[in-house]
């Protein structure tokens, strides 16, 4: 039964689109605008990708007039991605290509 939520959170984390979306939402929120422009992906892409990612509350939404803006979960992925860059600059680097 502990697997399910396993195999979801980390089959999150490992699709380069949803991890790129994370990685530019650790400077500000943005709408899927933003991120199209920023990522260059087509909007349905994105939209799918944080579809999954709000799903999982690995990101937020707002709505703001039009807009829903996406900002990172503060609490626990905000500190996970800064734990997994520690952990890759420190004993990754050489084996990842950074």
Same mark, same amino acid.
């Given at each position: 039964?502990?697997?399910?939520?396993?195999?979801?959170?980390?089959?999150?984390?490992?699709?380069? !689109?949803?991890?790129?979306?994370?990685?530019?939402?650790?400077?500000?929120?943005?709408?899927?605008?933003?991120?199209?422009?920023?990522?260059? *992906?087509?909007?349905?892409? !994105?939209?799918?990708?944080?579809?999954?990612?709000?799903?999982?509350?690995?990101?937020?939404?707002?709505?703001?007039?039009?807009?829903? !803006? *996406?900002?990172?979960?503060?609490?626990? !992925?905000?500190?996970?991605?800064?734990?997994?860059?520690?952990?890759?600059?420190?004993?990754?680097? *050489?084996?990842?290509?950074?």
């Amino acid at each position: 039964m502990t697997k399910m939520p396993y195999a979801l959170f980390f089959g999150t984390l490992s699709n380069e !689109i949803r991890l790129e979306i994370l990685h530019a939402l650790m400077k500000k929120p943005k709408n899927v605008t933003q991120l199209t422009n920023e990522l260059g *992906y087509d909007q349905t892409t !994105i939209s799918k990708s944080l579809k999954r990612l709000t799903t999982c509350r690995f990101v937020h939404n707002t709505r703001k007039g039009k807009h829903s !803006i *996406y900002s990172l979960n503060k609490e626990t !992925i905000l500190p996970l991605l800064k734990l997994i860059d520690k952990h890759t600059n420190k004993y990754c680097k *050489y084996l990842c290509g950074r």
